[in-house]
């Protein structure tokens, strides 16, 4: 199965922005749902943002909802997560990820991750 490709990870100081990129491979879209997740290790993975098979709707973690923006280009090839104010607890692998609706996230084709580091 062809992985999601993540790029646009760095180091940033709190209060800076960073714009996640990633490239999906082809994916049926009037039943595939698109999203980020992020992970810190030893801890769960988190749900940051999920958008739905149309696009129409798009949904945030309440961590990062109001500081991140998540959108698609009309090719639906890339995936965008635009992250602002970031704070040192955003520090995580993110990852993005294509799956089925019904089950999402259960079910999800993850990425490899790109790393975002945020300094105090």
């Known amino acids: 199965q062809v992985q999601p490709v993540e790029s646009g990870g760095g180091s940033v100081q709190a209060g800076g922005s960073l714009r996640l990129s990633c490239a999906v491979p082809?994916?049926?879209?009037?039943?595939?749902?698109l999203g980020w997740s992020r992970q810190v290790p030893g801890q769960q993975r988190e749900g940051v943002a999920t958008i739905d098979s149309d696009g129409s709707t798009i949904s945030y973690s309440s961590s990062v909802k109001g500081r991140f923006t998540a959108s698609k280009d009309n090719a639906g090839k890339t995936l965008y997560l635009q992250m602002n104010s970031l704070q040192p607890e955003d520090t995580a692998m993110y990852y993005c990820g294509t799956g089925p609706c019904r089950s999402w996230p259960m079910g999800a084709n993850w990425g490899q991750g790109t790393q975002v580091t945020v300094s105090s």
């Open positions: 082809a994916y049926p879209a009037s039943t595939t749902c």
